[in-house]
């Protein structure tokens, strides 16, 4: 039997967006639903993107709001995952090198990891985990590939949103916490081998989007819990001794490292993430931190432009379930 919608807000808007949740929950599937509609609306809240509505109907959540397409999918259809790794290796992308500048020989290419370890690992064995040489081998055969206009880089067509990160096969890379992680920059300029997520958005207690004194950019400052500020200074206390780029931290939100700075000294219980963030761009990570990630994921299907004579217009979008 189909349950009646539950609506978190009950002021209604102009854009309506239709998410259908992907993968499989760990939790009760309805308290999952619940969780990220609540997600959603602080997300909303927090950016002040007013007379908003979250409706919860089976796998579906129906967000209503005035603001345009783009920004509302930004703000809800995003993971929201931020996590931090040591870099292995960094190189441009579709120039696969090693960290001593050998090219190591190749393997053939096997599944990645989408889980956790069913063992979980200790902070200091996710601080000195070490990449195989098949880690090494696929990672020297990807390129910052990702899924674009509907299509892989092989030309087949795939149900992916465009940008969606691919291995060179067309798995969709998934982030996991205690998995390495194929990554790029935001302009898929530069790729990495990370390590394991040793400090996670969950052990966040405050993001807080500033200028720097004194400069025109905006950098998001970051205070961590007692767990993570305590990974935290184990994970930079041993960066800081390393040469480059194993002295590099990343920042990766959603899978993407968003910066990776040099680590010249332990970092305590407060990070900043410097990149060249507009204030908007800041505001609108900080508020994404602030409200949690998505306890369950979703993909845009379809974006619309609803145009009525004498009525002012409005986009619909439709958010699907990401076919494995």
């Known amino acids: 039997m189909r349950r009646p919608a539950r609506v978190a807000t009950a002021v209604l808007g102009l854009l309506m967006l239709a998410l259908t949740s992907c993968g499989t929950p760990t939790d009760p599937f309805d308290k999952l639903m619940d969780q990220s509609a609540v997600v959603i609306q602080k997300r909303l809240d927090t950016l002040g993107i007013a007379n908003t509505v979250a409706r919860v109907s089976d796998d579906q959540i129906t967000v209503i709001g005035f603001t345009d397409a783009t920004n509302l999918i930004n703000t809800v259809a995003k993971t929201g995952q931020l996590d931090f790794r040591a870099v292995y290796v960094a190189t441009q992308a579709g120039r696969s090198v090693s960290q001593n500048n050998n090219t190591l020989p190749t393997a053939p290419p096997q599944t990645r990891p989408t889980t956790p370890d069913s063992n979980?690992?200790?902070?200091?064995?996710?601080?000195?985990?070490?990449?195989?040489?098949?880690?090494?081998?696929?990672?020297?055969?990807?390129?910052?590939?990702?899924?674009?206009?509907?299509?892989?880089?092989n030309g087949r067509t795939t149900g992916l949103p465009d940008g969606t990160p691919v291995y060179t096969d067309g798995t969709p890379i998934v982030p996991v916490w205690d998995q390495p992680l194929f990554a790029c920059d935001a302009l898929g300029t530069v790729k990495y081998l990370l390590g394991p997520a040793?400090?996670?958005?969950?052990?966040?207690?405050?993001?807080?989007?500033?200028?720097?004194p004194g400069q025109t950019a905006h950098q998001v400052e970051l205070t961590l819990d007692q767990t993570g500020a305590?990974?935290?200074?184990?994970?930079?206390?041993?960066?800081?001794?390393?040469p480059s780029p194993l002295n590099l931290l990343a920042f990766v939100f959603d899978g993407v490292v968003i910066s990776a700075p040099a680590v010249n000294e332990p970092i305590t219980n407060s990070v900043q993430i410097t990149s060249s963030f507009t204030a908007t761009?800041?505001?609108?990570?900080?508020?994404l931190?602030?409200?949690?990630?998505?306890?369950?994921?979703?993909?845009?299907?379809?974006?619309a432009l609803i145009e009525k004579s004498g009525e002012e217009d409005h986009t619909t979008v439709v958010l699907k379930a990401r076919q494995s």
Do not use: Y
């Not at 761009?281 to 508020?287: C, N, R, S």
């Open 120 to 153: 979980p690992k200790t902070t200091d064995e996710l601080i000195h985990w070490e990449p195989s040489s098949q880690d090494i081998a696929d990672f020297n055969r990807w390129s910052c590939d990702t899924a674009q206009d509907g299509k892989l880089p």
């Open 198 to 212: 040793v400090v996670q958005g969950t052990n966040i207690a405050r993001a807080k989007a500033a200028p720097p």
């Open 230 to 242: 305590s990974s935290m200074t184990d994970l930079t206390t041993t960066l800081c001794l390393q």
């Open 289 to 303: 931190v602030n409200s949690g990630p998505l306890p369950v994921s979703f993909e845009v299907l379809d974006v």
């Open 281 to 287: 761009e800041a505001q609108h990570l900080a508020a």
